[in-house]
Protein backbone atom coordinates (compact mmCIF):
# COMPACT_ATOMS: atom_id res chain seq x y z
CA UNK A 1 0.00 0.00 0.00
CA UNK A 2 1.40 3.60 -0.59
CA UNK A 3 2.11 5.91 1.92
CA UNK A 4 -0.44 8.67 1.29
CA UNK A 5 1.81 10.77 2.87
CA UNK A 6 4.31 11.15 0.42
CA UNK A 7 1.64 13.09 -2.19
CA UNK A 8 1.10 15.83 0.55
CA UNK A 9 3.35 18.83 0.36
CA UNK A 10 5.90 19.26 3.30
CA UNK A 11 4.00 21.21 5.60
CA UNK A 12 0.73 19.20 5.38
CA UNK A 13 1.39 16.04 7.33
CA UNK A 14 1.62 18.40 10.67
CA UNK A 15 -1.33 20.25 10.04
CA UNK A 16 -3.32 17.33 9.07
CA UNK A 17 -1.76 15.97 12.58
CA UNK A 18 -3.21 19.33 13.80
CA UNK A 19 -6.53 19.24 12.62
CA UNK A 20 -6.69 15.94 14.12
CA UNK A 21 -5.70 16.75 17.38
CA UNK A 22 -7.86 19.83 17.43
CA UNK A 23 -11.00 17.31 16.30
CA UNK A 24 -10.31 15.32 19.32
CA UNK A 25 -12.87 14.99 22.37
CA UNK A 26 -12.97 14.95 25.78
CA UNK A 27 -13.50 11.76 27.90
CA UNK A 28 -14.60 11.07 30.95
CA UNK A 29 -17.97 11.10 32.87
CA UNK A 30 -20.01 14.75 32.71
CA UNK A 31 -20.89 16.08 35.49
CA UNK A 32 -24.43 15.43 37.82
CA UNK A 33 -24.84 16.43 40.83
CA UNK A 34 -25.36 14.29 43.75
CA UNK A 35 -29.21 13.28 44.35
CA UNK A 36 -30.07 14.06 48.13
CA UNK A 37 -33.17 13.07 49.71
CA UNK A 38 -34.96 16.34 50.92
CA UNK A 39 -37.98 16.96 52.67
CA UNK A 40 -40.80 18.76 51.54
CA UNK A 41 -41.07 21.63 54.49
CA UNK A 42 -39.22 22.11 57.26
CA UNK A 43 -40.54 20.35 60.42
CA UNK A 44 -40.51 23.38 62.61
CA UNK A 45 -41.26 26.00 59.78
CA UNK A 46 -44.05 26.21 57.49
CA UNK A 47 -42.09 27.14 54.38
CA UNK A 48 -42.13 24.77 50.96
CA UNK A 49 -38.70 22.86 50.39
CA UNK A 50 -37.65 24.18 47.05
CA UNK A 51 -34.58 21.44 45.68
CA UNK A 52 -30.83 23.07 46.74
CA UNK A 53 -28.45 24.91 44.38
CA UNK A 54 -25.72 25.96 45.79
CA UNK A 55 -26.21 29.55 46.22
CA UNK A 56 -23.60 30.91 49.03
CA UNK A 57 -22.63 33.99 46.14
CA UNK A 58 -25.95 35.66 47.37
CA UNK A 59 -26.10 38.89 49.25
CA UNK A 60 -26.31 38.13 53.00
CA UNK A 61 -25.70 41.76 53.65
CA UNK A 62 -24.86 42.71 57.39
CA UNK A 63 -26.96 39.88 59.04
CA UNK A 64 -25.96 41.11 63.02
CA UNK A 65 -27.45 44.88 62.20
CA UNK A 66 -30.62 42.63 63.01
CA UNK A 67 -30.13 42.71 66.66
CA UNK A 68 -29.93 46.76 66.16
CA UNK A 69 -26.74 47.62 68.79
CA UNK A 70 -24.41 49.48 67.65
CA UNK A 71 -21.14 48.09 69.38
CA UNK A 72 -21.79 44.66 67.90
CA UNK A 73 -22.04 46.59 64.47
CA UNK A 74 -18.62 47.87 64.50
CA UNK A 75 -16.96 44.72 66.46
CA UNK A 76 -18.35 42.13 63.46
CA UNK A 77 -17.49 44.86 60.78
CA UNK A 78 -13.53 44.46 61.67
CA UNK A 79 -14.03 40.96 62.01
CA UNK A 80 -13.71 40.53 58.32
CA UNK A 81 -10.79 42.84 57.98
CA UNK A 82 -9.13 41.77 60.65
CA UNK A 83 -9.33 38.47 62.04
CA UNK A 84 -6.50 35.96 61.05
CA UNK A 85 -8.74 32.67 60.18
CA UNK A 86 -10.60 35.01 57.55
CA UNK A 87 -7.19 36.36 56.64
CA UNK A 88 -5.86 32.75 56.00
CA UNK A 89 -8.99 31.76 53.88
CA UNK A 90 -8.72 34.84 52.00
CA UNK A 91 -5.08 33.67 50.90
CA UNK A 92 -6.57 29.93 50.82
CA UNK A 93 -8.44 31.31 48.15
CA UNK A 94 -5.63 33.14 45.99
CA UNK A 95 -3.70 30.31 46.37
CA UNK A 96 -6.34 28.43 44.04
CA UNK A 97 -7.24 31.06 41.71
CA UNK A 98 -3.68 31.68 41.11
CA UNK A 99 -3.33 27.40 40.28
CA UNK A 100 -6.55 27.63 38.16
CA UNK A 101 -4.30 30.48 35.94
CA UNK A 102 -1.24 28.15 35.98
CA UNK A 103 -3.63 24.95 35.11
CA UNK A 104 -5.21 27.37 32.28
CA UNK A 105 -2.11 28.29 30.76
CA UNK A 106 -1.15 24.62 30.08
CA UNK A 107 -3.50 24.86 27.33
CA UNK A 108 -1.12 26.87 25.26
CA UNK A 109 2.12 26.84 24.06
CA UNK A 110 5.32 27.00 25.49
CA UNK A 111 8.05 29.24 23.28
CA UNK A 112 11.48 29.76 24.40
CA UNK A 113 14.32 31.68 23.78
CA UNK A 114 17.91 30.44 23.64
CA UNK A 115 21.33 32.39 23.42
CA UNK A 116 24.74 30.68 24.10
CA UNK A 117 28.40 30.73 23.54
CA UNK A 118 30.80 28.90 24.05
CA UNK A 119 34.99 28.59 23.05
CA UNK A 120 36.56 25.61 23.01
CA UNK A 121 40.32 24.24 21.88
CA UNK A 122 42.68 21.56 22.35
CA UNK A 123 46.31 20.37 22.85
CA UNK A 124 48.97 20.32 20.29
CA UNK A 125 48.25 23.62 18.65
CA UNK A 126 45.03 23.21 17.73
CA UNK A 127 43.50 26.22 16.92
CA UNK A 128 40.86 27.79 19.29
CA UNK A 129 37.44 28.26 18.45
CA UNK A 130 34.19 30.46 19.31
CA UNK A 131 30.55 29.35 18.53
CA UNK A 132 27.78 31.87 19.07
CA UNK A 133 24.42 30.25 18.90
CA UNK A 134 20.66 32.23 19.25
CA UNK A 135 17.30 30.09 18.89
CA UNK A 136 13.43 30.66 19.50
CA UNK A 137 11.44 27.09 20.27
CA UNK A 138 8.22 26.16 21.14
CA UNK A 139 6.32 23.09 22.17
CA UNK A 140 2.71 22.65 22.38
CA UNK A 141 0.32 19.16 23.89
CA UNK A 142 -2.70 19.75 22.37
CA UNK A 143 -5.26 18.36 24.22
CA UNK A 144 -6.89 15.66 22.44
CA UNK A 145 -8.76 14.08 25.22
CA UNK A 146 -10.02 16.89 27.42
CA UNK A 147 -7.29 15.76 29.94
CA UNK A 148 -6.00 19.71 30.00
CA UNK A 149 -9.14 21.29 29.71
CA UNK A 150 -10.56 18.98 33.14
CA UNK A 151 -7.58 20.05 34.69
CA UNK A 152 -8.52 23.89 34.49
CA UNK A 153 -12.07 22.91 35.00
CA UNK A 154 -10.96 20.87 38.63
CA UNK A 155 -8.82 23.75 39.66
CA UNK A 156 -11.84 26.10 38.99
CA UNK A 157 -14.37 23.71 41.29
CA UNK A 158 -11.24 23.93 43.84
CA UNK A 159 -11.65 27.91 43.63
CA UNK A 160 -14.88 27.89 43.77
CA UNK A 161 -14.40 25.55 46.91
CA UNK A 162 -11.90 27.72 48.59
CA UNK A 163 -14.37 30.96 48.44
CA UNK A 164 -17.01 28.81 50.07
CA UNK A 165 -14.68 28.03 53.21
CA UNK A 166 -14.02 31.65 53.02
CA UNK A 167 -17.31 32.92 52.94
CA UNK A 168 -17.90 29.97 55.70
CA UNK A 169 -14.36 31.14 57.61
CA UNK A 170 -16.37 34.74 57.91
CA UNK A 171 -19.86 33.25 58.83
CA UNK A 172 -17.92 31.48 61.49
CA UNK A 173 -16.12 34.07 63.19
CA UNK A 174 -19.18 36.79 62.62
CA UNK A 175 -21.29 34.24 64.36
CA UNK A 176 -18.68 33.60 67.17
CA UNK A 177 -18.00 37.29 67.61
CA UNK A 178 -22.18 37.64 68.47
CA UNK A 179 -22.33 34.83 70.45
CA UNK A 180 -19.62 35.98 73.03
CA UNK A 181 -20.79 39.93 72.73
CA UNK A 182 -24.41 38.59 73.67
CA UNK A 183 -22.74 36.39 76.69
CA UNK A 184 -20.86 39.09 77.75
CA UNK A 185 -23.87 41.49 77.58
CA UNK A 186 -25.57 38.64 79.65
CA UNK A 187 -22.91 38.74 81.95
CA UNK A 188 -23.07 42.91 82.77
CA UNK A 189 -26.64 42.17 83.08
CA UNK A 190 -26.24 39.33 85.61
CA UNK A 191 -23.64 41.30 87.12
CA UNK A 192 -25.70 44.28 88.05
CA UNK A 193 -28.19 41.91 89.28
CA UNK A 194 -25.33 40.22 91.77
CA UNK A 195 -24.41 43.62 92.92
CA UNK A 196 -28.30 44.42 93.67
CA UNK A 197 -28.70 40.86 95.24
CA UNK A 198 -25.10 41.76 97.74
CA UNK A 199 -26.51 45.38 98.63
CA UNK A 200 -29.92 43.93 99.79
CA UNK A 201 -27.54 40.88 101.19
CA UNK A 202 -26.16 43.23 103.32
CA UNK A 203 -28.88 45.40 104.31
CA UNK A 204 -30.56 41.83 105.68
CA UNK A 205 -27.15 41.30 107.31
CA UNK A 206 -27.58 44.47 109.11
CA UNK A 207 -30.67 44.12 109.94
CA UNK A 208 -29.75 40.56 111.33
CA UNK A 209 -27.44 41.58 113.60
CA UNK A 210 -29.37 44.39 115.14
CA UNK A 211 -31.99 41.87 116.08
CA UNK A 212 -29.35 39.67 117.30
CA UNK A 213 -27.93 42.51 119.56
CA UNK A 214 -31.21 43.02 120.96
CA UNK A 215 -31.22 39.57 121.61
CA UNK A 216 -34.25 38.36 119.56
CA UNK A 217 -32.71 35.68 117.28
CA UNK A 218 -29.78 33.93 117.81
CA UNK A 219 -26.43 34.10 116.24
CA UNK A 220 -26.77 31.30 114.04
CA UNK A 221 -29.19 33.92 111.87
CA UNK A 222 -26.44 36.41 111.74
CA UNK A 223 -23.80 33.40 110.74
CA UNK A 224 -26.38 32.65 107.63
CA UNK A 225 -26.31 36.23 106.74
CA UNK A 226 -22.57 36.30 106.68
CA UNK A 227 -22.44 32.97 104.47
CA UNK A 228 -25.13 34.10 102.07
CA UNK A 229 -23.48 37.82 101.78
CA UNK A 230 -19.96 35.92 101.76
CA UNK A 231 -21.36 33.49 98.83
CA UNK A 232 -22.97 36.20 96.46
CA UNK A 233 -19.39 38.25 96.92
CA UNK A 234 -17.15 35.14 95.55
CA UNK A 235 -19.96 34.61 92.79
CA UNK A 236 -19.55 38.04 91.64
CA UNK A 237 -16.03 37.30 90.93
CA UNK A 238 -16.43 34.74 89.09
CA UNK A 239 -19.03 36.57 86.78
CA UNK A 240 -16.13 39.05 86.35
CA UNK A 241 -13.48 36.50 85.53
CA UNK A 242 -16.15 34.79 82.55
CA UNK A 243 -16.16 38.22 81.40
CA UNK A 244 -12.71 38.51 81.37
CA UNK A 245 -12.22 35.34 79.85
CA UNK A 246 -14.97 36.01 77.06
CA UNK A 247 -13.13 40.04 76.67
CA UNK A 248 -10.18 38.23 75.32
CA UNK A 249 -12.26 35.78 72.69
CA UNK A 250 -13.67 38.49 71.32
CA UNK A 251 -10.73 40.53 70.89
CA UNK A 252 -8.56 37.43 68.92
CA UNK A 253 -11.40 37.30 67.10
CA UNK A 254 -11.12 41.29 65.95
CA UNK A 255 -7.15 40.65 65.57
CA UNK A 256 -6.26 42.52 68.50
CA UNK A 257 -4.14 41.26 71.38
CA UNK A 258 -6.22 40.83 74.42
CA UNK A 259 -4.50 43.52 76.29
CA UNK A 260 -4.62 46.03 74.13
CA UNK A 261 -8.52 45.49 74.31
CA UNK A 262 -11.35 46.56 76.12
CA UNK A 263 -15.00 46.45 75.73
CA UNK A 264 -16.85 48.68 78.47
CA UNK A 265 -19.80 47.12 80.22
CA UNK A 266 -23.26 48.08 79.74
CA UNK A 267 -25.32 46.79 83.01
CA UNK A 268 -28.48 48.45 81.79
CA UNK A 269 -28.04 46.34 78.52
CA UNK A 270 -31.66 45.14 77.09
CA UNK A 271 -30.84 42.60 73.95
CA UNK A 272 -32.70 43.26 71.27
CA UNK A 273 -34.19 39.53 69.39
CA UNK A 274 -34.60 40.25 65.61
CA UNK A 275 -38.13 38.86 64.62
CA UNK A 276 -37.53 35.59 63.36
CA UNK A 277 -40.08 34.52 60.38
CA UNK A 278 -41.11 30.88 61.53
CA UNK A 279 -42.15 30.34 57.77
CA UNK A 280 -38.68 30.59 56.77
CA UNK A 281 -38.38 30.03 53.29
CA UNK A 282 -36.49 26.36 52.57
CA UNK A 283 -34.65 27.82 49.26
CA UNK A 284 -32.57 29.98 52.21
CA UNK A 285 -30.66 26.60 52.68
CA UNK A 286 -28.98 27.44 49.91
CA UNK A 287 -26.99 30.09 50.70
CA UNK A 288 -24.87 28.10 53.42
CA UNK A 289 -21.27 28.02 52.53
CA UNK A 290 -20.42 24.43 53.61
CA UNK A 291 -22.85 23.30 51.31
CA UNK A 292 -21.78 25.52 48.27
CA UNK A 293 -18.06 24.04 48.96
CA UNK A 294 -18.88 20.20 49.47
CA UNK A 295 -21.05 20.10 46.11
CA UNK A 296 -17.89 22.29 44.92
CA UNK A 297 -15.79 19.12 46.05
CA UNK A 298 -17.88 16.66 44.07
CA UNK A 299 -17.19 18.30 40.96
CA UNK A 300 -13.05 18.55 40.92
CA UNK A 301 -13.28 15.10 41.99
CA UNK A 302 -15.63 14.14 38.98
CA UNK A 303 -13.31 16.19 37.06
CA UNK A 304 -10.32 14.40 38.64
CA UNK A 305 -11.78 10.29 36.90
CA UNK A 306 -11.49 12.12 33.33
CA UNK A 307 -8.36 12.84 33.77
CA UNK A 308 -7.29 9.61 35.11
CA UNK A 309 -9.22 8.41 31.90
CA UNK A 310 -7.32 9.79 29.78
CA UNK A 311 -4.19 7.91 30.66
CA UNK A 312 -5.47 5.36 28.65
CA UNK A 313 -5.24 7.22 25.75
CA UNK A 314 -1.76 8.51 23.61
CA UNK A 315 -0.78 11.94 24.54
CA UNK A 316 0.15 13.97 21.14
CA UNK A 317 2.80 16.96 21.38
CA UNK A 318 3.88 19.11 18.52
CA UNK A 319 7.47 21.04 19.02
CA UNK A 320 10.05 23.69 16.54
CA UNK A 321 12.50 25.74 16.52
CA UNK A 322 14.46 28.20 14.75
CA UNK A 323 17.93 29.50 15.18
CA UNK A 324 21.13 30.38 14.09
CA UNK A 325 24.65 29.06 14.86
CA UNK A 326 28.13 30.97 13.83
CA UNK A 327 31.92 31.04 14.59
CA UNK A 328 31.27 34.81 15.17
CA UNK A 329 28.61 37.35 16.21
CA UNK A 330 28.82 39.27 12.86
CA UNK A 331 28.06 35.64 10.76
CA UNK A 332 25.18 34.68 13.70
CA UNK A 333 22.85 36.72 11.70
CA UNK A 334 23.26 35.70 8.09
CA UNK A 335 20.68 33.86 6.02
CA UNK A 336 23.15 30.80 5.47
CA UNK A 337 23.60 30.09 9.72
CA UNK A 338 19.82 30.13 10.20
CA UNK A 339 18.27 26.28 10.68
CA UNK A 340 15.25 25.05 11.65
CA UNK A 341 12.88 22.01 12.47
CA UNK A 342 8.98 20.87 13.15
CA UNK A 343 8.44 17.79 15.15
CA UNK A 344 5.20 15.91 15.99
CA UNK A 345 6.00 13.00 18.45
CA UNK A 346 2.99 10.68 20.08
CA UNK A 347 3.27 8.55 23.19
CA UNK A 348 1.35 5.52 24.47
CA UNK A 349 2.33 3.58 27.35
CA UNK A 350 1.88 -0.23 26.24
CA UNK A 351 2.12 -1.64 29.91
CA UNK A 352 2.39 -0.50 33.58
CA UNK A 353 0.70 -3.14 35.48
CA UNK A 354 -2.76 -1.98 35.84
CA UNK A 355 -1.47 1.58 37.31
CA UNK A 356 -4.03 3.60 34.87
CA UNK A 357 -7.01 1.40 35.63
CA UNK A 358 -6.07 1.81 39.41
CA UNK A 359 -6.06 5.84 39.48
CA UNK A 360 -9.36 5.63 37.89
CA UNK A 361 -10.84 3.66 40.33
CA UNK A 362 -9.19 5.69 43.07
CA UNK A 363 -10.49 9.14 41.24
CA UNK A 364 -13.92 7.28 41.19
CA UNK A 365 -13.61 5.84 44.86
CA UNK A 366 -12.60 9.77 45.87
CA UNK A 367 -15.82 10.83 43.69
CA UNK A 368 -17.73 8.32 45.69
CA UNK A 369 -16.12 9.84 48.81
CA UNK A 370 -17.24 13.73 48.05
CA UNK A 371 -20.46 12.93 46.93
CA UNK A 372 -21.06 11.11 50.64
CA UNK A 373 -19.83 14.04 52.40
CA UNK A 374 -21.84 16.15 49.96
CA UNK A 375 -25.53 14.55 51.15
CA UNK A 376 -24.10 14.60 55.02
CA UNK A 377 -23.15 18.29 54.48
CA UNK A 378 -26.82 19.03 53.51
CA UNK A 379 -28.35 16.54 55.91
CA UNK A 380 -26.36 18.59 58.72
CA UNK A 381 -27.67 21.52 57.37
CA UNK A 382 -31.47 20.46 57.54
CA UNK A 383 -30.77 19.42 61.22
CA UNK A 384 -29.26 22.86 62.01
CA UNK A 385 -32.38 24.40 60.92
CA UNK A 386 -34.94 22.25 62.52
CA UNK A 387 -32.85 22.41 65.67
CA UNK A 388 -32.66 26.43 65.64
CA UNK A 389 -36.40 27.00 64.81
CA UNK A 390 -37.68 25.06 67.47
CA UNK A 391 -35.04 26.93 69.85
CA UNK A 392 -36.26 30.04 69.18
CA UNK A 393 -39.74 28.93 69.61
CA UNK A 394 -39.41 27.49 72.81
CA UNK A 395 -36.89 29.86 74.33
CA UNK A 396 -39.49 32.73 73.65
CA UNK A 397 -42.20 30.92 75.47
CA UNK A 398 -39.67 30.12 78.36
CA UNK A 399 -38.50 33.91 78.95
CA UNK A 400 -42.55 34.57 79.34
CA UNK A 401 -42.59 32.18 81.95
CA UNK A 402 -38.97 32.84 83.73
CA UNK A 403 -40.20 36.65 83.70
CA UNK A 404 -43.56 35.54 85.75
CA UNK A 405 -41.19 33.25 88.17
CA UNK A 406 -38.82 36.17 88.89
CA UNK A 407 -42.02 38.57 89.25
CA UNK A 408 -43.40 36.30 91.91
CA UNK A 409 -40.72 35.11 94.03
CA UNK A 410 -39.13 38.65 93.66
CA UNK A 411 -42.83 39.64 95.84
CA UNK A 412 -42.07 36.01 97.88
CA UNK A 413 -38.86 37.10 98.81
CA UNK A 414 -39.64 40.89 100.40
CA UNK A 415 -43.20 39.25 101.76
CA UNK A 416 -40.64 36.85 103.92
CA UNK A 417 -38.70 39.43 104.83
CA UNK A 418 -41.35 41.67 106.17
CA UNK A 419 -42.37 38.81 108.02
CA UNK A 420 -39.05 37.77 109.75
CA UNK A 421 -38.68 41.66 110.61
CA UNK A 422 -41.74 41.32 112.41
CA UNK A 423 -40.72 37.86 114.07
CA UNK A 424 -43.15 35.60 112.41
CA UNK A 425 -40.94 33.18 110.47
CA UNK A 426 -37.31 31.57 111.14
CA UNK A 427 -34.17 32.86 109.13
CA UNK A 428 -34.00 29.79 107.40
CA UNK A 429 -37.48 30.92 105.26
CA UNK A 430 -35.42 34.29 104.61
CA UNK A 431 -32.76 32.25 103.27
CA UNK A 432 -34.42 30.19 101.21
CA UNK A 433 -36.57 32.63 99.44
CA UNK A 434 -33.61 35.18 98.65
CA UNK A 435 -32.00 32.09 96.85
CA UNK A 436 -35.11 31.25 95.40
CA UNK A 437 -35.09 35.05 94.03
CA UNK A 438 -32.11 35.36 92.66
CA UNK A 439 -32.22 32.08 91.07
CA UNK A 440 -35.17 33.04 89.04
CA UNK A 441 -33.83 36.45 87.91
CA UNK A 442 -30.58 35.37 87.18
CA UNK A 443 -32.52 32.50 84.86
CA UNK A 444 -34.31 35.76 82.66
CA UNK A 445 -31.11 37.41 82.13
CA UNK A 446 -29.95 33.73 80.81
CA UNK A 447 -33.27 32.78 79.10
CA UNK A 448 -32.57 36.52 77.77
CA UNK A 449 -28.96 35.42 76.22
CA UNK A 450 -30.47 32.31 75.02
CA UNK A 451 -32.91 33.53 72.84
CA UNK A 452 -30.16 36.05 71.11
CA UNK A 453 -27.57 33.18 70.80
CA UNK A 454 -30.23 31.07 69.72
CA UNK A 455 -31.09 33.73 66.70
CA UNK A 456 -27.64 34.17 65.71
CA UNK A 457 -26.99 30.12 64.88
CA UNK A 458 -30.27 29.99 63.27
CA UNK A 459 -28.86 33.08 60.61
CA UNK A 460 -25.62 30.92 60.52
CA UNK A 461 -27.84 27.69 59.46
CA UNK A 462 -29.52 29.73 56.81
CA UNK A 463 -26.12 30.65 55.39
CA UNK A 464 -25.97 34.22 56.99
CA UNK A 465 -29.54 35.57 57.28
CA UNK A 466 -33.03 35.97 55.57
CA UNK A 467 -32.50 38.78 53.98
CA UNK A 468 -31.64 39.59 50.37
CA UNK A 469 -34.02 36.71 48.87
Known sequence: ?????????????????????????????????????????????????????????????????????????????????????????????????????????????????????????????????????????????????????????????????????????????????????????????????????????????????????????????????????????????????????LEHAIAVLVGKAPANFTLPPRPAWAGVVPAIPFDVPSPLLQRRPDIAGAERRVAQANEQIGIAQAGYFPSLRLSGNIGQSAATIGDLFKASSMAWSVGVALAQTIFNAGATGAQVDRARAAMDQAAARYRQTVLSAFQDVEDQLVAARILEQQLVLRQQAAQAATLVEQQVLNRYQAGQVNYTDVVSAQATAQNARRAVVQAQSDRQVAAVALIQALGGGWRGL
Open 1 to 245: MKNPMRYLPPSKPLALVLALALAGCAVGPAYQRPEVETPVAFKEGAGEWVRAVPGDLLERGPWWQLFNDADLNELASRVEVSNQNVAAAVAAYAQARALVAEQRASLFPTVSLDLGATRSGGGGGAPTRNNYQIGIGGSWEPDVWGRLRRGVDSASAGAQASLADLQAAKLSAQGELAVDYFNIRSLDAARALQADTITGLERTLKITQNRYDAGVVARTDVLQAQTQLANAQADQLGLERQRAV
